[in-house]
């Protein structure tokens, strides 16, 4: 299969958003995150999500937490092919960062989730990863700790303020306080032409000129983050399929948003992943298969736009992505509340 | 197996060491923590100890730290009977706290490691835990991140410093400042004597009365702290076995520090756990096989001084041990070393 228009995804969504799109190729990342108005960010929020976040009682066994996978002490990912969730399960897919997800607008791999509330739900409940049978046994696990119960009365107030509802706002609201700004890119484009190098900022030329910007463009160079929430922004991967790296990193073995949705039209189609701190989330791909930086630039440009690149242009490229790690904010260590004299696990 | 004189041990030891034992039954927690002449406490190992302390690439497969299974955002251990390692392999004994043991003479349950040091190069190695094949890979594994090898330069000095010695160094350095000073039993003994409520006081008193400080006294309430290091103060357990408790819980499908010794005067001897932060550490004893701690306090009653406990005393020790709880320090959360453009797990 070799499509003959592989750019037609984006060509629509230009065609669609107008000008604004291709304005948008370079932007600095806000330093604040967008938050739907059902669930605004408040600190009480933050603080009880982060807890839920670091909490491994949100797994069935206790051993694995939200940061288990999506390790905010450092990429925001495991770094791993995928992920390993209770009872030595392997995942499916590699685990995307955390970093600056409240930019996209929508979550997973295949864009499943439409908000990072809903994303928050899924790992829960998956038996291969937090393993929890049921909504409502995550919720009796949080309710039995008594300092949870005021923490959730404080943040959401209520009757009955610990849901499994509230559980994920409380986490996405945490998620969207984990931005990283200030990359030496956002500096250079916010006037210091000093932040990058000459390496840098041929890659920033390059880009643009291969033809990579014409998906991972805007703050979070993953498409637009206008787009009416939950609609995401996909494109087919892979387009160019007669190539050696297609079969060599098995790409095809997985189909996509086509597994979520079971619509022929979504074959292969992929939510468009960020660049934030793309140098530090290695290994690369759904399924993690490719293990470096500059290899994964190599793949993309000749199974998405067909090209073979050299390897000085390789080394600009991969210069230019490592431009956009960006200041990861000090954060204090959480103390998960506790539940004297006894423990949740109390069987072997 | 009943023993007539199950106080033996801790007899002989207070013969040797003359009345200093028994003036300790009570005493408050240091705020500073002893460290080995050849080891002292810098900030920058203590900074360094912490990111290794953290960090999952000390395992094998980059999915269990040192904190997996003693959280020190929580009680310093996982809260479960036995604690999970690499590809989910259960271990056998459960995960004795961290905080505070840096007061112990042994380390491990059955003593086995002198000291910190040594204790924190066990799990690295062991297959059911971190799954390391060799001290030279977790040397190569690290040596490999450049920040780390800036760090341990720092830290350490000389022309090679990243080794499985300083590993180790590092990280108990950073285990000394896990303290939890200023406990309502604290407050209480240095003269506050509106810290402990009147349940809490008289379950002080019945701890002595009955007997339990004959093993659980000095600062750490695990036996005297002046011990020469790595000679550890060890009790039989059980003591008393003809009562329902030890075949219910499975007390003795372990010999303790027989195991690691085959010394058959050391079967059934076991380390004497601290009581600080006793009341977060459930579930309780060396296999986890005990929920609650009130249990815990009537077996060990019975197993130990072949007592009954009433109701009301159970009430009143576990009020006491709850007041063992100290204050947790404040903690900054670690950023990783990173390694840009690749990952150390790079194929499945």
């Not at 291969?128 to 959401?156: C, T």
Request: hydrophobic letters at 40%.
């Amino acid at each position: 299969m070799k499509l003959k228009h592989p750019l037609i995804f984006s060509s629509i969504l230009s065609g669609l958003l107008g000008a604004s799109l291709a304005a948008q190729a370079f932007e600095a990342l806000p330093e604040k995150a967008p938050a739907p108005a059902d669930n605004p960010i408040t600190e009480a929020k933050v603080e009880l999500g982060k807890q839920l976040f670091f909490d491994p009682r949100l797994s069935v066994d206790g051993t694995v937490s939200c940061n288990s996978c999506h390790n905010v002490m450092s990429s925001g990912t495991d770094n791993r092919p995928v992920s390993v969730g209770v009872a030595g399960q392997k995942g499916g897919r590699s685990a995307p960062t955390v970093w600056n997800a409240a930019f996209l607008t929508a979550q997973f791999w295949d864009g499943r989730a439409a908000t990072l509330e809903d994303q928050a739900k899924g790992p829960i409940l998956n038996p291969i990863e937090m393993g929890m049978p049921s909504a409502e046994m995550a919720v009796e696990r949080i309710k039995a700790i008594p300092e949870y119960r005021a923490q959730f009365a404080k943040a959401f107030g209520g009757d009955d303020p610990v849901t499994y509802d509230n559980i994920a706002k409380a986490i996405a609201t945490y998620e969207r306080t984990l931005i990283t700004p200030n990359s030496a890119f956002d500096r250079f484009i916010k006037g210091d032409k000093k932040a990058l190098s000459a390496e840098a900022q041929r890659g920033m030329q390059l880009v643009e000129s291969v033809g990579c910007t014409a998906c991972h463009n805007g703050a979070n160079f993953a498409g637009p983050t206008n787009l009416p929430v939950g609609q995401g922004f996909y494109q087919k991967f892979p387009a160019f399929t007669d190539n050696a790296y297609v079969s060599k990193y098995n790409f095809m073995d997985d189909t996509g948003r086509h597994e979520a949705t079971k619509d022929e039209a979504d074959k292969f189609m992929w939510r468009v992943p960020t660049w934030r701190n793309v140098a530090l989330t290695a290994p690369y791909f759904h399924n993690g298969s490719v293990a470096t930086l500059d290899e994964a630039v190599r793949v993309m440009a000749k199974t998405q736009l067909d090209k073979d690149l050299g390897e000085a242009q390789v080394r600009d490229i991969v210069a230019f992505l490592n431009s956009l790690t960006g200041e990861f904010p000090q954060q204090s260590m959480v103390r998960l509340p506790t539940t004297p004299n006894n423990s949740t696990f109390a069987t072997k």
